[in-house]
């Protein structure tokens, strides 16, 4: 539909107001809630990962884009509670404890919420305990973790050991990422993905999803 390629078009362009404008238009035409997310929202944040992650587009460009996403999510989530929220899977994300570091752990929230993921974020400086206990609780599927110093790396390592001990590392999956992280480090701490920047984090979560 127009309307929905529209508001695909402008969350690329980072146009906030215009897409506030057309999701309540949208709205207002009854068009589903979920294919205003799907076709409009997701649809101009998905085209932004592939720019971003192929150096077309740069952070100020995404940040722009999510500012627009997040206006049209404001109009549509007293329609998607109502039960048409899409269930792509549930992901608790952080940076690990000793690390204040967070720029890069906002862009990956910001990139898988415009993917369709529910996302917990629970900030920076984050306990290991804390990680497990908020997947455990919030049944969620994976858990995320950032790291920016060498130093709290091994925090990563911890997150994955407990998981273990408690027997849910089947079920509960792992992905990390951070400037000092590595596909070798990642393997070597038993991570189940790594991601290199916010675009591929959200490839990533897809594969370990098994989700398109």
Do not use: C
Not at 70 to 88: E, F, H, N, S, V
Not at 156 to 166: D, G
Not at 168 to 191: D, K, Q
Request: charged share 25%; hydrophobic share 45%.
């Amino acid at each position: 539909m127009e309307v929905l390629e529209q508001i695909s078009s402008l969350i690329q362009q980072g146009d906030n107001e215009k897409v506030l404008e057309l999701t309540s238009k949208a709205i207002n035409k009854n068009i589903s809630p979920k294919d205003v997310l799907d076709e409009g929202l997701v649809s101009g944040m998905n085209a932004v990962g592939e720019r971003f992650k192929n150096h077309e587009i740069f952070l100020p460009e995404v940040l722009m884009a999510a500012r627009a996403f997040y206006a049209g999510m404001d109009q549509l989530k007293p329609l998607l509670i109502r039960g048409d929220l899409p269930d792509l899977g549930k992901i608790v994300i952080g940076t690990v404890q000793g690390d204040l570091h967070d720029i890069g752990k906002n862009l990956v929230g910001i990139m898988l919420r415009g993917a369709g993921f529910e996302v917990i974020d629970l900030g920076k400086d984050i306990p290991a305990q804390k990680f497990v206990e908020t997947a455990k609780h919030e049944q969620a599927e994976i858990i995320g973790m950032s790291a920016l110093l060498t130093t709290t790396q091994p925090a990563m390592k911890t997150v994955i050991e407990l998981l273990r001990e408690q027997g849910l590392n089947a079920r509960i999956r792992t992905i990390v990422g951070g400037a000092p992280v590595s596909e070798e480090y990642a393997r070597e701490i038993g991570a189940d993905a790594y991601a290199y920047d916010a675009a591929s984090a959200v490839e990533r979560v897809k594969q370990l999803m098994e989700v398109e």
